[in-house]
């Protein structure tokens, strides 16, 4: 077994009889263009692991002082992994840096947590058909069964609780996914639970585009859908000469941005206006894409456009990136332009250019996700608030 551990935008030599297996893995993910002439390059920003059967590939952050764990948080911050009787596995596989089967484990237990508490419950539309006119009518639907005299003629809709909607379509394609790959134990809550949930192929091919709410009691289920998502895009599981393999590649600028976008809505859902489509690391070619309009817009008393860069925070006066954030202010006629980084201390703003002439102000301003509690945490996330507050004016 060859073992290799990069960071993502590295490149290595990969030997020939290594490829086919490979190339067939990084089609999954949609990124069979990082393999040209044995090199392979993945863009900046994938974090995970890539297993075959003679290549163990761990992909570790670029962004040298953080750790795939750091950003696995942002999406997973139910519970800490010391929190559990499973710590000690927990802990183990994220000093392996076996992301993959991280995910899988805290999936199962959440997913066995959510069995035996009770899945929530939804009103779901149902439509019924009798020959009696009673209860909420559909008349569009009466009027065009009588006229084409389907029987029974009357259309009527009622809503019932139901567990069987979306969030549930995709937690029950993950649970089959990686239960019929033999990585998690059967369990017959989870069975009692998915058996009452369609499953649905179509549901596959929308999940890049579903966008959910979750309610405020719905913490479990979110989790649990979200790292659900993460499994049926992301993780690929081979089998070869009777052993298995799993590999996940995660895009951590995308998590990194969503988790902030998902704050600023927080602290202000009204005047935070989130660029929802998902940012591509780079085009098919291979080459980074640059966007045309910033992450965020800040629209209240002072207008301000705020672009989410997931790189090193001591390298932020980069030029590319200040030309960018000063093109998004003049498009946008903002005053303020706000550049955020993941770091790993809690630090007041840097203030990286003033133009007098105009009042345009740019600043870089670092996020800490380091934290290893949900304490810490909570204090880091109220430190950017504040800093984000205080350079928009608004309490």
């Known amino acids: 077994m060859k073992s290799y551990v990069i960071a993502s935008s590295d490149a290595i030599f990969i030997d020939e009889e290594d490829r086919p297996e490979l190339l067939s893995i990084l089609k999954q993910v949609g990124r069979e263009k990082s393999l040209i002439d044995g090199i392979l390059t993945l863009p900046q920003g994938y974090i995970g692991n890539i297993i075959t059967s003679n290549l163990n590939i761990t992909l570790k952050p670029s962004v040298r002082y953080l750790r795939a764990i750091d950003y696995l948080r942002l999406v997973d911050d139910y519970t800490d992994v010391n929190d559990d009787d499973n710590s000690a596995k927990w802990l183990g596989l994220i000093a392996a840096n076996d992301i993959s089967n991280y995910l899988v484990e805290k999936f199962y237990f959440y997913l066995k947590t959510l069995a035996s508490k009770g899945v929530p419950k939804r009103y779901l539309t149902q439509k019924q058909f009798s020959q009696h006119f009673a209860g909420n009518i559909d008349f569009e639907q009466t009027l065009f069964r009588n006229t084409v005299q389907y029987s029974p003629i009357v259309a009527t809709k009622r809503s019932v609780l139901n567990s069987d909607y979306i969030a549930m379509q995709v937690i029950k394609a993950a649970f089959i996914k990686v239960s019929r790959a033999g990585l998690i134990d059967h369990d017959s809550n989870i069975q009692r639970v998915v058996m009452n949930v369609k499953s649905s192929r179509s549901i596959l091919n929308a999940i890049p585009n579903i966008e959910l709410h979750f309610g405020r009691h719905e913490d479990l289920l979110k989790v649990t859908f979200d790292i659900a998502k993460m499994i049926i895009e992301n993780l690929n599981i081979s089998t070869n000469n009777d052993d298995l393999g799993s590999s ?66 001591e390298e932020h006066f980069n030029n590319a990136d200040l030309y960018q954030l000063l093109t998004y202010c003049n498009n946008f006629d903002s005053k303020v332009g706000i550049l955020i980084y993941p770091y790993n201390k809690d630090l007041p703003p840097v203030k990286v250019i003033y133009n007098k002439q105009t009042d345009l102000l740019l600043y870089a301003v670092g996020c800490n996700i380091t934290g290893r509690t949900r304490s810490e945490r909570d204090l880091s996330v109220q430190t950017f608030f504040n800093n984000i507050k205080e350079l928009l004016h608004f309490c």
């Open 248 to 313: 996940l590649l995660v895009n951590s600028n995308t998590i990194f941005e969503n988790y902030i976008a998902h704050l600023l809505k927080f602290v202000d859902p009204v005047h935070f206006h989130y660029k929802t489509h998902q940012k591509v690391i780079a085009n098919k070619s291979g080459n980074s894409d640059i966007s045309i309009e910033p992450d965020l817009i800040y629209s209240g008393l002072n207008k301000a456009v705020l672009d989410v860069k997931n790189k090193d925070f």
